[in-house]
Each structure stands twice: as structure tokens, then as C-alpha cells.
């Protein structure tokens, strides 16, 4: 008995050396290499976290089918593009402005008016360099994260003085509530530059505008990974989505005044914009082209 006892002892440990040398054991039961599965939407990640000074830029594997080919120039990317086609809902009727934020249509804001060097007339908004140099920066608070970019004021000075300028930038702290922060040439108009501020008061509007509002996806965009803006607009944007499988979906929009689709949902598809007054455009064709303003035969009624 006591030497079958032996035997069976012995049996029982070169059973479990044997099992410890099977390929794939791992210490705590796993097994090597298990969750290293390649992720098609990793690069979304790291494009995500882009800041708007430095956006990322797609590897070749993320380029959209979309997207130009190598060499190709914005200029020439837009006149290959057909134009997109569009359509309107006209806005409700119900309530005058039944998505706008801080910044409401009939109101006057009282503040002060400063001025700074807007070079180009590019900002925060991030809309590109601008021949138009009638622009202002609004105080963060009125600004409401982006909520106010493209949209048209006009502001009036103590002497009174009148002239209209668009939002393009953002004024930080300490610029205080209804501060408007008045280009160079915008403030000239108001007060001598020597003066460096006054008191103002403006309010929004609604201007008579010729041209159709533009489309443009983020430098970086992908399949995976896109942003969208909106450029030329009439009114102030108050919603922006996207036609995926599931139906509309809306996107949020980042400070730096580009709607985000964070895991590439609709990126490529048809858009709907809507404006403060409740008006929705819808966009088809819109190619998935980053960095390229591409026109539309649509824009928001004026109010």
C-alpha cells in the first residue's frame, strides 16, 4: 500500500510540471497576448484630444475614401466636389427664438467696447482668415462656448456712433459680461484708438445676406474621427447633426467652434443645421474633405 501511495504521488507531480509548461499559461489564469486585439478606432482617440492650435493629423490607414489625393490643394479638392444639395424646414413659429442662448434677438446688452490687433481677422471661432476686418471678440460669458461665433451685433457708442461687426474670437477674463472686444478698424469707427474704451450698448442681428452658408470638416477628420463647422452663417448656430444608421444624431460643439463626432458616427453623411429661430437645413453630399469650405446652395432666412 504504501508503495502505491509513492507511485501515485510521484504521478501527480509530473502531471502538474507538465501543465505549468503549456504554451499560453499565464500567471492568474490568463493567457499571453489575450486583450491585445488591434482597435479600428484607436486613432480616434488620439485625434480626439487635439487642441485647436495643433490638430492631429489621420496615418494613411485613416484616411477617408473621401479625402483628396496626396498633392492635392484645397482649391483644387473644391472644384472637383459636385455642390452639395440641400433643403429647408422653415423655422417654427411658435416662440422667437426658441434655441438661442444667452444672446437673445430684441435685447440690448450694455457694456464696454476695448480694442485689439485682429491681424487677419481669424480667432477663436477658428472660421480662417477674413478681408472683412469689421470683427470683435466676445467676453467668455456671452460667449458661451462658442455659441456665439458667426453671429452679427450691432453696436452703438455714447456719441452715437453705429457700426456692425461679426463675432470671430473670444475675449477671456477678465473682459466682464457684455464687453465686446472691437477690432482696430471696428473701434476706430466708434472713438479714437487713443481712447482704449467706452461704453456701448448692441444687440444681435439678422443681416441681409447674398451668400450661401459652407460646410468643413476639421483637419485630422477621418471615418473614424471627424468635426464639422459651419461657415457664412446668417444666425447664430444653435444645433448641428448627423444622418446615421440610427437616425439623427446630434453632435456637441467644442469651444473652438466645431461640432465633434467622437467615434466617426456620420462623418461623411448628410447634415442638418439649425439656427436660434428653430430653422433647420438639411445637407446632402457633403464630401468627408478636411480643411475644405465646401459651399451650399442654402442659408437662414434673415428675422
Known amino acids: 500500500m504504501l508503495g502505491t501511495a509513492v507511485v ?32 479600428p478606432a484607436a486613432p480616434a482617440a488620439t485625434l480626439a484630444g487635439a487642441t485647436p492650435s495643433a490638430p492631429a493629423s489621420p496615418s494613411p490607414a485613416d484616411s477617408s475614401p473621401a479625402a483628396p489625393t496626396p498633392g492635392a490643394t484645397g482649391a483644387t479638392a473644391t472644384a472637383q466636389a459636385p455642390l452639395p444639395s440641400a433643403k429647408e424646414t422653415p423655422p417654427a413659429a411658435s416662440t422667437p427664438a426658441p434655441a438661442a442662448g444667452r444672446i437673445q434677438p430684441g435685447n440690448t446688452y450694455k457694456g464696454v467696447a476695448t480694442a485689439y490687433a485682429a491681424g487677419d481677422g ?36 455714447a456719441n452715437g456712433a453705429s457700426i456692425t461687426v461679426r463675432i470671430t474670437n473670444e475675449c477671456p477674463l477678465p473682459c466682464a459680461p457684455g464687453q465686446l472686444d472691437l477690432s482696430h478698424e471696428a473701434f476706430a469707427k466708434l472713438a479714437a484708438l487713443k481712447v482704449g474704451r467706452i461704453p456701448i450698448t448692441w444687440s444681435l442681428l439678422s443681416p441681409q445676406t447674398s451668400g450661401a452658408l459652407s460646410i468643413r ?15 457664412g452663417h446668417r444666425n447664430p448656430v444653435a444645433r448641428l447633426e448627423v444622418r446615421t444608421a440610427a437616425g439623427w444624431r446630434r453632435l456637441p ?30 445637407v446632402e453630399g457633403v464630401a468627408l474633405l478636411p480643411d475644405v469650405a465646401q459651399p451650399t446652395r442654402v442659408q437662414f432666412a434673415p428675422h
Open 8 to 39: 501515485l504521488t510521484a504521478a501527480g507531480v509530473l502531471l502538474c510540471l507538465v501543465t505549468a509548461m503549456l504554451p499560453g499559461h499565464k500567471a492568474g489564469g490568463g493567457l499571453v497576448g489575450a486583450g491585445a486585439r488591434a482597435d
Open 122 to 157: 481669424n480667432g477663436a471661432c477658428l472660421f480662417g482668415p477674413s478681408d472683412d476686418l469689421m470683427v470683435a471678440a466676445m467676453n467668455t460669458t456671452d460667449y458661451e462656448s462658442s455659441r456665439a461665433c458667426g453671429a452679427y451685433v450691432r453696436v452703438r457708442a
Open 217 to 231: 470638416y476639421k483637419t485630422g477628420s477621418s471615418r473614424y474621427w471627424c468635426a464639422i463647422q459651419v461657415i
Open 253 to 282: 460643439r467644442t469651444d473652438y467652434n466645431y461640432f465633434l463626432s467622437a467615434d466617426g458616427s456620420g462623418c461623411g453623411g448628410a447634415v442638418r443645421i439649425t439656427d436660434i429661430y428653430g430653422e433647420q437645413l438639411t
